[in-house]
Protein backbone atom coordinates (compact mmCIF):
# COMPACT_ATOMS: atom_id res chain seq x y z
CA UNK A 1 0.00 0.00 0.00
CA UNK A 2 1.51 3.23 -0.86
CA UNK A 3 0.29 6.43 0.97
CA UNK A 4 -0.76 8.80 -1.05
CA UNK A 5 0.37 12.78 -0.17
CA UNK A 6 -2.82 14.07 -0.35
CA UNK A 7 -6.61 12.64 0.45
CA UNK A 8 -10.44 14.26 -0.08
CA UNK A 9 -11.07 13.12 3.56
CA UNK A 10 -8.83 12.43 6.74
CA UNK A 11 -10.40 10.67 9.37
CA UNK A 12 -8.88 10.61 12.80
CA UNK A 13 -9.26 7.92 14.75
CA UNK A 14 -10.89 4.06 13.96
CA UNK A 15 -13.35 3.42 16.61
CA UNK A 16 -17.00 3.21 15.57
CA UNK A 17 -17.72 6.72 14.82
CA UNK A 18 -14.65 6.75 12.53
CA UNK A 19 -15.52 3.44 10.78
CA UNK A 20 -18.66 4.74 9.72
CA UNK A 21 -17.58 8.19 8.55
CA UNK A 22 -14.69 6.35 6.63
CA UNK A 23 -17.23 4.14 4.93
CA UNK A 24 -19.63 6.47 4.19
CA UNK A 25 -17.32 9.25 2.39
CA UNK A 26 -15.55 6.35 0.50
CA UNK A 27 -18.61 4.87 -0.46
CA UNK A 28 -19.29 8.24 -1.81
CA UNK A 29 -16.53 8.14 -3.72
CA UNK A 30 -14.06 10.21 -2.48
CA UNK A 31 -10.66 9.72 -1.42
CA UNK A 32 -10.46 9.02 2.30
CA UNK A 33 -7.49 8.19 5.02
CA UNK A 34 -8.59 6.59 8.14
CA UNK A 35 -5.49 7.03 10.83
CA UNK A 36 -5.53 4.91 14.00
CA UNK A 37 -2.90 4.78 16.60
CA UNK A 38 -3.26 1.02 17.24
CA UNK A 39 -3.06 -2.15 14.97
CA UNK A 40 -7.07 -2.86 14.82
CA UNK A 41 -9.62 -0.61 14.64
CA UNK A 42 -13.00 -0.33 16.21
CA UNK A 43 -11.53 1.82 19.28
CA UNK A 44 -14.20 1.63 23.07
CA UNK A 45 -15.73 -1.73 20.84
CA UNK A 46 -12.36 -3.25 20.64
CA UNK A 47 -10.03 -2.11 22.57
CA UNK A 48 -11.42 -1.16 25.28
CA UNK A 49 -14.28 -4.40 24.74
CA UNK A 50 -17.41 -2.95 25.60
CA UNK A 51 -20.54 -5.30 24.75
CA UNK A 52 -23.28 -5.15 23.84
CA UNK A 53 -24.40 -1.89 22.07
CA UNK A 54 -27.39 0.01 23.78
CA UNK A 55 -31.04 0.70 23.37
CA UNK A 56 -31.43 2.61 19.65
CA UNK A 57 -34.79 1.15 19.09
CA UNK A 58 -38.27 3.04 19.99
CA UNK A 59 -41.51 1.18 19.03
CA UNK A 60 -39.89 -1.58 17.01
CA UNK A 61 -38.47 1.37 15.23
CA UNK A 62 -34.85 0.57 14.25
CA UNK A 63 -33.48 4.47 15.04
CA UNK A 64 -30.33 3.61 14.09
CA UNK A 65 -29.36 1.92 10.58
CA UNK A 66 -26.76 2.30 7.50
CA UNK A 67 -23.14 1.36 8.25
CA UNK A 68 -23.95 0.40 11.81
CA UNK A 69 -26.32 -2.48 10.24
CA UNK A 70 -23.58 -3.39 7.90
CA UNK A 71 -21.21 -4.21 10.92
CA UNK A 72 -23.81 -6.37 12.59
CA UNK A 73 -24.45 -8.35 9.40
CA UNK A 74 -21.24 -9.04 9.03
CA UNK A 75 -20.35 -9.82 12.49
CA UNK A 76 -23.70 -12.23 12.59
CA UNK A 77 -22.25 -13.66 9.73
CA UNK A 78 -19.42 -14.64 11.67
CA UNK A 79 -21.80 -15.90 14.54
CA UNK A 80 -20.08 -13.42 16.40
CA UNK A 81 -22.96 -11.53 18.16
CA UNK A 82 -26.26 -12.47 20.38
CA UNK A 83 -29.22 -9.80 19.74
CA UNK A 84 -26.99 -6.53 20.88
CA UNK A 85 -23.99 -8.70 22.63
CA UNK A 86 -20.79 -9.22 20.44
CA UNK A 87 -17.08 -10.31 20.39
CA UNK A 88 -14.24 -7.67 19.57
CA UNK A 89 -12.90 -9.74 17.12
CA UNK A 90 -16.21 -10.03 14.94
CA UNK A 91 -16.44 -6.41 15.33
CA UNK A 92 -12.51 -5.77 14.04
CA UNK A 93 -12.75 -8.59 10.76
CA UNK A 94 -16.50 -6.80 10.30
CA UNK A 95 -15.37 -3.19 9.84
CA UNK A 96 -12.09 -4.22 8.44
CA UNK A 97 -14.03 -5.93 5.43
CA UNK A 98 -16.44 -2.82 5.09
CA UNK A 99 -13.23 -0.64 4.74
CA UNK A 100 -11.94 -2.34 2.19
CA UNK A 101 -15.35 -2.41 0.33
CA UNK A 102 -15.89 1.21 0.82
CA UNK A 103 -12.42 1.96 -1.29
CA UNK A 104 -10.59 3.74 1.80
CA UNK A 105 -7.37 3.66 2.75
CA UNK A 106 -6.74 2.21 6.43
CA UNK A 107 -3.54 3.56 8.06
CA UNK A 108 -2.65 1.38 11.61
CA UNK A 109 -0.33 1.58 14.07
CA UNK A 110 0.06 5.06 13.46
CA UNK A 111 -0.60 8.19 15.44
CA UNK A 112 -1.58 11.97 14.40
CA UNK A 113 0.78 14.22 15.97
CA UNK A 114 0.14 17.80 14.48
CA UNK A 115 -1.86 19.98 12.43
CA UNK A 116 -0.85 22.38 10.14
CA UNK A 117 -3.45 25.40 9.72
CA UNK A 118 -4.34 28.76 7.28
CA UNK A 119 -6.17 30.47 9.28
CA UNK A 120 -9.28 29.10 9.54
CA UNK A 121 -8.32 25.72 7.17
CA UNK A 122 -6.48 22.84 8.60
CA UNK A 123 -3.99 21.88 5.19
CA UNK A 124 -2.56 18.74 7.05
CA UNK A 125 -1.88 16.77 9.96
CA UNK A 126 1.49 15.45 10.80
CA UNK A 127 1.42 11.57 11.37
CA UNK A 128 3.94 9.49 13.70
CA UNK A 129 4.51 6.11 11.57
CA UNK A 130 7.22 3.87 10.82
CA UNK A 131 9.31 5.62 13.31
CA UNK A 132 9.29 9.07 11.48
CA UNK A 133 7.04 12.13 11.04
CA UNK A 134 4.95 12.43 7.77
CA UNK A 135 2.76 14.88 6.85
CA UNK A 136 -0.22 14.14 4.49
CA UNK A 137 -2.69 17.06 2.90
CA UNK A 138 -6.19 16.64 3.10
CA UNK A 139 -9.31 18.70 2.12
CA UNK A 140 -11.90 17.84 5.09
CA UNK A 141 -10.67 16.47 8.15
CA UNK A 142 -13.21 14.61 11.00
CA UNK A 143 -12.03 14.42 14.34
CA UNK A 144 -13.28 10.75 15.66
CA UNK A 145 -10.42 10.34 18.16
CA UNK A 146 -12.83 9.48 21.19
CA UNK A 147 -11.04 12.39 22.87
CA UNK A 148 -10.64 15.39 20.46
CA UNK A 149 -7.52 14.68 19.20
CA UNK A 150 -7.54 16.46 16.35
CA UNK A 151 -8.91 19.64 17.67
CA UNK A 152 -6.69 20.07 20.35
CA UNK A 153 -3.22 19.78 18.28
CA UNK A 154 -5.19 22.24 15.94
CA UNK A 155 -5.38 24.91 18.44
CA UNK A 156 -9.43 24.30 17.85
CA UNK A 157 -12.21 24.87 20.37
CA UNK A 158 -13.00 21.72 23.04
CA UNK A 159 -13.81 21.81 26.36
CA UNK A 160 -13.76 18.72 28.99
CA UNK A 161 -16.11 17.32 31.64
CA UNK A 162 -18.55 18.69 33.87
CA UNK A 163 -19.45 22.65 33.13
CA UNK A 164 -18.81 23.30 37.11
CA UNK A 165 -16.99 21.08 38.75
CA UNK A 166 -14.80 19.57 36.03
CA UNK A 167 -15.21 15.87 36.92
CA UNK A 168 -15.11 13.09 34.42
CA UNK A 169 -16.91 9.98 34.47
CA UNK A 170 -15.74 6.91 35.73
CA UNK A 171 -12.94 4.74 34.07
CA UNK A 172 -14.31 0.61 33.83
CA UNK A 173 -11.70 -1.82 32.25
CA UNK A 174 -13.85 -4.86 31.04
CA UNK A 175 -12.98 -8.44 30.91
CA UNK A 176 -14.45 -11.39 29.60
CA UNK A 177 -14.86 -15.06 31.54
CA UNK A 178 -15.79 -18.10 30.16
CA UNK A 179 -17.21 -21.35 31.71
CA UNK A 180 -19.97 -19.76 34.14
CA UNK A 181 -22.75 -22.13 34.58
CA UNK A 182 -25.51 -20.06 33.82
CA UNK A 183 -28.30 -21.99 34.66
CA UNK A 184 -27.38 -22.07 37.96
CA UNK A 185 -26.12 -18.43 37.80
CA UNK A 186 -29.59 -17.00 37.09
CA UNK A 187 -31.17 -19.64 39.35
CA UNK A 188 -29.25 -17.99 42.09
CA UNK A 189 -30.10 -14.49 40.90
CA UNK A 190 -33.72 -15.37 40.28
CA UNK A 191 -33.59 -16.55 44.68
CA UNK A 192 -32.30 -13.78 45.63
CA UNK A 193 -33.50 -10.57 43.79
CA UNK A 194 -32.89 -8.10 46.59
CA UNK A 195 -28.92 -8.87 45.99
CA UNK A 196 -29.52 -7.48 42.42
CA UNK A 197 -30.86 -4.24 40.33
CA UNK A 198 -34.61 -4.26 40.75
CA UNK A 199 -34.15 -3.07 36.86
CA UNK A 200 -32.79 -6.59 36.15
CA UNK A 201 -35.26 -8.90 33.79
CA UNK A 202 -35.49 -12.40 35.64
CA UNK A 203 -37.18 -14.13 32.69
CA UNK A 204 -34.33 -15.58 31.46
CA UNK A 205 -33.55 -17.10 28.19
CA UNK A 206 -30.47 -18.55 27.81
CA UNK A 207 -30.64 -18.85 24.06
CA UNK A 208 -30.61 -14.45 23.78
CA UNK A 209 -28.58 -12.34 26.12
CA UNK A 210 -28.77 -11.82 29.20
CA UNK A 211 -27.82 -9.07 31.74
CA UNK A 212 -27.15 -9.87 35.78
CA UNK A 213 -25.85 -6.99 38.03
CA UNK A 214 -25.50 -6.47 41.64
CA UNK A 215 -24.53 -9.29 44.14
CA UNK A 216 -24.60 -6.54 46.54
CA UNK A 217 -23.74 -8.31 49.87
CA UNK A 218 -20.60 -10.20 48.28
CA UNK A 219 -19.22 -6.80 47.00
CA UNK A 220 -19.72 -5.19 50.38
CA UNK A 221 -18.52 -7.91 52.48
CA UNK A 222 -15.42 -7.91 50.20
CA UNK A 223 -14.87 -4.62 50.60
CA UNK A 224 -15.14 -4.58 54.02
CA UNK A 225 -12.80 -7.68 53.83
CA UNK A 226 -10.29 -5.69 52.16
CA UNK A 227 -10.55 -8.19 49.26
CA UNK A 228 -12.09 -5.73 46.79
CA UNK A 229 -10.92 -2.23 45.90
CA UNK A 230 -13.76 -0.40 47.71
CA UNK A 231 -14.32 1.35 43.98
CA UNK A 232 -15.78 -1.29 42.88
CA UNK A 233 -19.80 -1.17 43.68
CA UNK A 234 -21.49 -3.93 42.20
CA UNK A 235 -20.32 -6.61 39.54
CA UNK A 236 -22.53 -6.60 36.13
CA UNK A 237 -22.17 -8.80 33.46
CA UNK A 238 -24.24 -9.23 29.96
CA UNK A 239 -23.46 -12.97 27.87
CA UNK A 240 -21.83 -12.88 24.59
CA UNK A 241 -22.64 -15.72 21.97
CA UNK A 242 -20.28 -18.73 23.01
CA UNK A 243 -22.38 -20.06 25.68
CA UNK A 244 -21.49 -19.42 29.07
CA UNK A 245 -19.64 -16.58 28.18
CA UNK A 246 -19.98 -13.35 29.99
CA UNK A 247 -18.66 -9.74 29.32
CA UNK A 248 -17.88 -7.68 32.45
CA UNK A 249 -18.54 -4.15 33.08
CA UNK A 250 -17.56 -3.74 36.73
CA UNK A 251 -14.42 -2.40 37.50
CA UNK A 252 -14.91 0.96 38.87
CA UNK A 253 -11.75 3.42 38.00
CA UNK A 254 -12.00 7.18 39.73
CA UNK A 255 -10.53 10.55 39.52
CA UNK A 256 -7.94 9.52 36.74
CA UNK A 257 -8.63 11.88 33.44
CA UNK A 258 -8.71 9.24 30.25
CA UNK A 259 -6.76 12.00 28.47
CA UNK A 260 -3.91 12.02 30.30
CA UNK A 261 -1.22 9.14 29.79
CA UNK A 262 -0.13 9.30 33.26
CA UNK A 263 -3.47 8.54 34.43
CA UNK A 264 -4.43 5.77 32.06
CA UNK A 265 -1.06 4.38 32.94
CA UNK A 266 -2.52 4.21 36.57
CA UNK A 267 -6.20 3.31 35.01
CA UNK A 268 -4.72 0.12 33.12
CA UNK A 269 -2.81 -0.93 36.78
CA UNK A 270 -5.87 -0.30 39.33
CA UNK A 271 -8.39 -1.74 36.61
CA UNK A 272 -6.50 -4.98 36.39
CA UNK A 273 -6.05 -5.16 39.88
CA UNK A 274 -9.63 -5.11 39.99
CA UNK A 275 -10.43 -7.40 37.85
CA UNK A 276 -8.30 -10.13 39.67
CA UNK A 277 -10.46 -9.34 42.98
CA UNK A 278 -13.64 -9.60 41.35
CA UNK A 279 -12.54 -12.68 39.13
CA UNK A 280 -11.45 -14.14 42.65
CA UNK A 281 -14.64 -13.34 44.52
CA UNK A 282 -17.01 -14.51 41.54
CA UNK A 283 -15.32 -18.34 41.70
CA UNK A 284 -15.02 -18.73 45.33
CA UNK A 285 -18.32 -17.30 46.50
CA UNK A 286 -21.07 -17.29 43.52
CA UNK A 287 -23.44 -20.07 42.51
CA UNK A 288 -22.74 -20.71 38.66
CA UNK A 289 -18.85 -19.39 38.44
CA UNK A 290 -16.81 -22.62 40.43
CA UNK A 291 -15.64 -23.66 37.43
CA UNK A 292 -15.32 -20.03 35.26
CA UNK A 293 -12.15 -18.77 34.22
CA UNK A 294 -10.93 -15.21 33.19
CA UNK A 295 -10.32 -15.23 29.15
CA UNK A 296 -9.05 -11.45 28.92
CA UNK A 297 -8.87 -8.51 29.57
CA UNK A 298 -9.48 -5.36 27.46
CA UNK A 299 -6.34 -4.65 25.91
CA UNK A 300 -7.12 -0.61 27.26
CA UNK A 301 -8.97 0.85 30.09
CA UNK A 302 -12.92 1.63 28.73
CA UNK A 303 -12.41 6.00 28.92
CA UNK A 304 -16.58 7.43 28.88
CA UNK A 305 -15.56 10.70 28.61
CA UNK A 306 -12.52 13.11 27.76
CA UNK A 307 -12.89 16.46 25.77
CA UNK A 308 -16.30 17.21 23.63
CA UNK A 309 -15.61 19.26 20.46
CA UNK A 310 -17.58 22.88 20.82
CA UNK A 311 -19.36 22.96 17.81
CA UNK A 312 -21.95 25.18 15.94
CA UNK A 313 -24.70 23.52 18.15
CA UNK A 314 -23.90 21.51 21.79
CA UNK A 315 -26.55 19.13 22.04
CA UNK A 316 -28.08 19.52 25.93
CA UNK A 317 -29.10 17.44 28.38
CA UNK A 318 -32.89 19.18 27.83
CA UNK A 319 -32.23 17.99 24.25
CA UNK A 320 -32.20 14.45 25.61
CA UNK A 321 -34.68 14.68 28.31
CA UNK A 322 -37.73 16.29 26.21
CA UNK A 323 -36.93 14.54 22.60
CA UNK A 324 -36.18 17.51 21.30
CA UNK A 325 -35.83 17.43 17.20
CA UNK A 326 -34.42 19.78 14.74
CA UNK A 327 -34.86 20.98 11.32
CA UNK A 328 -31.49 19.86 10.41
CA UNK A 329 -31.07 16.51 11.85
CA UNK A 330 -28.53 13.60 11.17
CA UNK A 331 -29.27 11.25 13.51
CA UNK A 332 -31.39 9.89 16.34
CA UNK A 333 -31.11 8.30 19.71
CA UNK A 334 -33.13 7.16 22.43
CA UNK A 335 -30.84 6.48 24.90
CA UNK A 336 -30.55 8.96 28.18
CA UNK A 337 -28.65 10.70 30.42
CA UNK A 338 -25.89 8.08 31.84
CA UNK A 339 -23.34 9.57 33.78
CA UNK A 340 -21.54 7.38 35.99
CA UNK A 341 -20.42 9.57 38.78
CA UNK A 342 -16.82 10.29 40.79
CA UNK A 343 -15.80 9.41 44.20
CA UNK A 344 -17.76 12.10 45.26
CA UNK A 345 -20.49 12.27 42.61
CA UNK A 346 -23.95 10.45 42.58
CA UNK A 347 -24.70 8.16 38.99
CA UNK A 348 -27.31 9.06 37.17
CA UNK A 349 -29.55 7.09 34.58
CA UNK A 350 -32.46 9.18 33.17
CA UNK A 351 -34.34 7.98 30.61
CA UNK A 352 -36.57 9.19 27.55
CA UNK A 353 -40.37 8.93 28.17
CA UNK A 354 -41.38 5.66 26.73
CA UNK A 355 -41.32 5.76 22.88
CA UNK A 356 -39.51 8.92 22.26
CA UNK A 357 -36.39 9.98 20.84
CA UNK A 358 -34.39 12.72 20.27
CA UNK A 359 -32.57 13.99 16.68
CA UNK A 360 -28.99 15.71 16.49
CA UNK A 361 -28.54 18.56 14.71
CA UNK A 362 -25.90 18.91 11.91
CA UNK A 363 -25.05 22.03 13.16
CA UNK A 364 -23.53 19.43 16.36
CA UNK A 365 -21.01 18.03 13.99
CA UNK A 366 -19.21 21.74 12.81
CA UNK A 367 -16.50 22.84 14.70
CA UNK A 368 -16.09 26.32 15.41
CA UNK A 369 -13.62 28.52 14.79
CA UNK A 370 -12.75 26.33 11.27
CA UNK A 371 -14.21 26.02 7.95
CA UNK A 372 -13.05 21.94 6.85
CA UNK A 373 -13.23 20.19 10.21
CA UNK A 374 -16.12 17.89 11.65
CA UNK A 375 -16.42 15.87 14.77
CA UNK A 376 -18.58 12.87 15.44
CA UNK A 377 -18.92 9.90 18.01
CA UNK A 378 -17.65 10.22 22.16
CA UNK A 379 -16.23 13.60 21.03
CA UNK A 380 -19.65 15.56 19.55
CA UNK A 381 -20.80 18.56 19.97
CA UNK A 382 -23.06 18.66 23.42
CA UNK A 383 -23.18 19.85 27.32
CA UNK A 384 -21.47 16.69 29.89
CA UNK A 385 -25.27 15.74 30.16
CA UNK A 386 -26.06 15.03 26.25
CA UNK A 387 -22.57 13.62 25.55
CA UNK A 388 -23.39 11.26 28.16
CA UNK A 389 -26.51 10.08 26.28
CA UNK A 390 -25.11 10.16 22.52
CA UNK A 391 -21.67 8.76 23.57
CA UNK A 392 -23.15 4.95 23.16
CA UNK A 393 -21.78 2.99 19.73
CA UNK A 394 -25.26 2.93 17.99
CA UNK A 395 -25.27 6.95 18.21
CA UNK A 396 -21.57 7.22 17.88
CA UNK A 397 -21.91 5.41 14.29
CA UNK A 398 -24.80 7.72 13.14
CA UNK A 399 -23.09 11.02 13.86
CA UNK A 400 -19.83 9.36 12.14
CA UNK A 401 -22.10 8.53 8.97
CA UNK A 402 -23.62 11.92 8.82
CA UNK A 403 -19.61 13.11 8.72
CA UNK A 404 -18.95 11.22 5.86
CA UNK A 405 -21.72 11.89 4.06
CA UNK A 406 -21.33 16.03 5.06
CA UNK A 407 -17.61 15.77 3.93
CA UNK A 408 -18.03 13.97 0.60
CA UNK A 409 -20.30 16.27 -0.89
CA UNK A 410 -18.39 19.28 0.50
CA UNK A 411 -15.36 17.59 -1.28
CA UNK A 412 -17.13 16.62 -4.61
CA UNK A 413 -19.15 19.98 -4.43
CA UNK A 414 -15.41 22.12 -3.76
CA UNK A 415 -17.80 24.10 -1.15
CA UNK A 416 -16.92 24.20 2.54
CA UNK A 417 -18.67 22.14 4.73
CA UNK A 418 -20.99 24.72 6.51
CA UNK A 419 -21.81 25.77 2.69
CA UNK A 420 -23.71 21.89 1.88
CA UNK A 421 -27.47 22.37 2.13
CA UNK A 422 -29.18 20.33 4.77
CA UNK A 423 -31.49 18.50 2.13
CA UNK A 424 -28.41 17.08 0.09
CA UNK A 425 -26.79 15.13 3.30
CA UNK A 426 -30.16 14.21 4.13
CA UNK A 427 -30.64 12.36 1.76
CA UNK A 428 -27.76 9.97 1.91
CA UNK A 429 -28.36 9.56 5.81
CA UNK A 430 -31.89 9.42 5.56
CA UNK A 431 -31.94 5.85 7.16
CA UNK A 432 -31.17 7.14 10.33
CA UNK A 433 -33.74 10.23 10.56
CA UNK A 434 -36.62 10.26 11.02
CA UNK A 435 -39.55 10.68 8.66
CA UNK A 436 -40.71 14.23 8.56
C1 LIG B 1 -16.76 1.39 30.25
C2 LIG B 1 -17.65 1.74 29.11
C3 LIG B 1 -18.89 1.15 28.98
C4 LIG B 1 -19.70 1.45 27.90
N1 LIG B 1 -20.87 0.78 27.73
C5 LIG B 1 -21.53 0.90 26.56
C6 LIG B 1 -22.57 0.00 26.23
O1 LIG B 1 -22.90 -0.90 27.01
N2 LIG B 1 -23.17 0.13 25.02
C7 LIG B 1 -22.83 1.11 24.12
O2 LIG B 1 -23.40 1.17 23.04
N3 LIG B 1 -21.84 1.99 24.42
C8 LIG B 1 -21.17 1.89 25.60
N4 LIG B 1 -20.12 2.71 25.88
C9 LIG B 1 -19.82 3.86 25.00
C10 LIG B 1 -19.10 3.51 23.72
O3 LIG B 1 -18.36 2.30 23.81
C11 LIG B 1 -18.12 4.61 23.23
O4 LIG B 1 -18.51 5.88 23.63
C12 LIG B 1 -18.05 4.56 21.71
O5 LIG B 1 -17.62 3.26 21.32
C13 LIG B 1 -17.09 5.64 21.23
O6 LIG B 1 -16.82 5.47 19.86
P1 LIG B 1 -15.92 6.54 19.11
O7 LIG B 1 -15.63 5.98 17.77
O8 LIG B 1 -16.51 7.89 19.21
O9 LIG B 1 -14.55 6.64 19.96
P2 LIG B 1 -13.50 5.52 20.36
O10 LIG B 1 -14.11 4.17 20.34
O11 LIG B 1 -12.86 6.01 21.59
O12 LIG B 1 -12.46 5.56 19.13
C14 LIG B 1 -11.47 6.56 19.01
C15 LIG B 1 -10.33 5.97 18.20
O13 LIG B 1 -9.37 6.99 17.94
C16 LIG B 1 -8.07 6.46 18.11
N5 LIG B 1 -7.16 7.59 18.39
C17 LIG B 1 -7.22 8.45 19.43
N6 LIG B 1 -6.25 9.37 19.34
C18 LIG B 1 -5.57 9.08 18.20
C19 LIG B 1 -4.44 9.67 17.56
N7 LIG B 1 -3.81 10.76 18.06
N8 LIG B 1 -3.98 9.12 16.41
C20 LIG B 1 -4.59 8.01 15.89
N9 LIG B 1 -5.66 7.41 16.45
C21 LIG B 1 -6.14 7.94 17.59
C22 LIG B 1 -8.25 5.49 19.26
O14 LIG B 1 -7.20 4.53 19.31
C23 LIG B 1 -9.59 4.86 18.94
O15 LIG B 1 -9.47 3.74 18.11
C24 LIG B 1 -19.27 2.43 26.96
C25 LIG B 1 -18.03 3.03 27.09
C26 LIG B 1 -17.21 2.70 28.14
C27 LIG B 1 -15.85 3.32 28.23
Not at 135 to 153: H, P, R
Not at 364 to 387: D, F, K, P, W, Y
Amino acid sequence: MALLSEYDVIVVGAGIAGIAAAVKAGRSGVSVLLVEQYGFVGGMSTAGMVSPFMKHQVQGEVLVRGVFEDIEREMRKQHGMIDNGFFANSFRSASFHLLKESGCTLLLHSIISGVTKNNTTIESISIFTSGREITIKGKVFIDTSGDAQLLFLGNLPWVKGDEKTGLLQALTLFFRMGNIDLVKATEYAKNNKNEFFDWMDYNFNLTKIISVAGYFSSVKKAIQEQRLSPEVQYIFFTTLPESGEGSFNTSNILELDGSSSIDLTKAELAGRKQVHQVVALLKNEIPGFEHSYLIETAPQVGVRETRRAVGDYAVTGDDIKHGNKFRDAVARGCYGIDIHGQKDESSRMEHLAEGDYYEIPLRALLVQNSTNVLAAGRCISSTREGHSALRIQPTSSATGEACGALAALSVKSHRAVREIEYNTVRDLISHNISKK
